[in-house]
């Protein structure tokens, strides 16, 4: 195992805190009527806002940093390790999420898919909160299929993909699914290109677990927030009085080890499903 590929999934497990730690704030932390007179949830808003902004450029770029060596791998051994498992985990978020939507109504702006075109341009160009796990299956064998490129040529073809898709957004929305696609891909590239140069600090063992179940978590992360807003709100919003100031602390913190904690399962789970054996 390299020195990055080593740290990689410290730096990955760092960023999907911070990314889960923006969903479930802005989920539903801030929908939840708030009687304290502390500075509690603007604390919790400001965090999550600054939270918000390095988590999916890190994710991406430590997800690439982790891919250092892909281009000694068989394409056969790609697809096992890293596109079929993700995109069944990606599967299982789509499928999770719809539950929530048709059960608690729209959240983060998605609406129910109403028929089977709308089901398959949500799994295409899914929106932000859906398209990590989709990422994490589509861009190693990207990554597989374009090894034999120099770094430099792959991260400006990316840069200037993602300029042309987000002109597209700015002039009709429905490029922005697209563009944002676009511009995660560079973040990834880097990362990935990157692997081979960058020496790694020691990894932290807490933070390493997380990144190695980067899956789960990444399609866990909205459904898991989604379904604690549509419960939690109301309940929530009835408290009063210092339990509330008490809630108000601790709430997203608890969400957070929720959507960790059940990713780590999942992730265990499922490396107790037999693999296949490979000659």
């Known amino acids: 195992m390299t020195?990055?590929?080593?740290?990689?999934?410290?730096?990955?497990?760092?960023?999907l805190l911070l990314i889960v730690l923006a969903l479930t704030v802005e989920?539903?932390?801030?929908?939840?009527?708030?009687?304290?007179?502390?500075?509690?949830?603007?604390?919790w808003w400001y965090a999550a806002e600054v939270a918000g902004v390095p988590a999916v450029p890190l994710f991406l770029a430590a997800v690439g940093l982790g891919l250092g060596g892909i281009a000694d791998r068989t394409l056969a051994d790609v697809l096992r390790t890293r596109v079929a498992p993700n995109l069944a985990w990606y599967a299982l978020s789509v499928s999770a999420t719809l539950v929530v939507l048709w059960r608690f109504g729209p959240v983060y702006g998605l609406p129910p898919a109403?028929?089977?075109?709308e089901l398959l341009l949500l799994l295409l160009f899914p929106p932000t909160a859906l398209a990590l796990?989709?990422?994490?299956?589509?861009?190693?064998?990207?990554?597989?299929?374009?090894?034999?490129?120099?770094?430099?040529?792959?991260?400006?073809?990316?840069?200037?993909?993602?300029?042309?898709a987000g002109v597209a957004a700015a002039r009709d929305p429905a490029w922005a699914t697209v563009a944002e696609l676009t511009r995660n891909?560079?973040?990834?590239?880097?990362?990935?290109?990157?692997?081979?140069?960058?020496?790694?600090?020691?990894?932290?063992?807490?933070?390493?677990?997380?990144?190695?179940?980067?899956?789960?978590?990444?399609?866990?992360g909205l459904p898991v927030t989604a379904a604690a807003g549509g419960i939690l709100v109301r309940r929530l919003s009835?408290?009063?009085?210092?339990?509330?100031?008490?809630?108000?602390?601790?709430?997203?913190?608890?969400?957070?080890?929720?959507?960790?904690?059940?990713?780590?399962?999942?992730?265990?789970?499922?490396?107790?499903?037999?693999?296949?054996?490979?000659?």
Do not use: C, K, M, N
């Open 133 to 164: 796990t989709y990422a994490l299956a589509l861009f190693p064998l990207l990554a597989w299929t374009i090894r034999g490129l120099p770094g430099p040529l792959v991260v400006a073809a990316a840069v200037t993909l993602a300029v042309v």
């Open 27 to 43: 989920g539903h932390y801030l929908q939840i009527e708030w009687r304290t007179s502390t500075a509690v949830p603007v604390a």
């Open 3 to 15: 020195r990055v590929v080593r740290v990689a999934p410290s730096l990955t497990g760092a960023a």
């Open 238 to 279: 009835v408290v009063d009085g210092p339990l509330q100031i008490v809630v108000a602390v601790v709430e997203p913190v608890l969400v957070v080890i929720l959507v960790v904690v059940t990713g780590l399962i999942g992730h265990r789970l499922h490396q107790l499903v037999p693999r296949p054996v490979t000659r």
């Open 185 to 220: 891909l560079v973040f990834f590239l880097v990362g990935w290109r990157l692997a081979a140069a960058t020496p790694a600090p020691p990894v932290t063992g807490a933070l390493a677990a997380v990144g190695r179940a980067a899956a789960p978590i990444a399609a866990l």
């Open 114 to 117: 109403r028929d089977p075109r």
